[in-house]
């Protein structure tokens, strides 16, 4: 930490390092055991530290599940930039579908998706962070 309270470029890059590496961690969870089935102590072993230290990161695996979403969603954002930048829009589909194809962690898997899907429909909170993620921009909308 620097003299004024703040954290360095340095920590703050480690802290997001570790913060995407729970993420990774959980959705590999998520896919294999499903949100109630995964606990924090998967989550905990697969990313190879104590849940304790995921606990310095995340409230719980509900702003887990938010985070998930929302990087799905700056992804989206991004694939659709990239799209609308390329002059070959069917061979930028095609690098999208590739990468969904190779289970590419960036995208979002099949499985990860139903399960999103399926807890949307028990959790509020899920279920508005779902709505907001496949809303589309106002800029994109059909007039």
């Known amino acids: 930490m620097s003299t004024a309270g703040k954290p360095t470029a340095k920590a703050e890059a480690r802290a997001q390092a570790q913060r995407e590496r729970i993420l ?3 959705q590999k969870c998520f896919v294999v055991h499903g949100f109630h089935a995964a606990s924090m102590a998967n989550i905990a072993d697969t990313a190879g530290m104590s849940a304790g230290l995921i606990y310095r990161y995340f409230k719980g695996k509900n702003d887990i ?18 799209l609308h930048a390329t002059s070959d829009l069917v061979a930028g ?31 509020p909170e899920i279920a508005a962070a779902t709505h907001a993620s496949t809303a589309l921009p106002p800029s994109t909308k059909a007039r």
């Open 65 to 82: 599940i938010l985070a998930i979403i929302e990087r799905q969603l700056e992804e989206a954002r991004a694939d659709v930039a990239k």
């Open 93 to 123: 589909i095609a690098e999208v579908f590739q990468q969904w194809q190779a289970n590419d962690p960036n995208i979002t898997s099949a499985a990860l998706f139903l399960e999103l899907t399926a807890e949307a429909t028990r959790d």
């Open 24 to 26: 990774v961690a959980a």
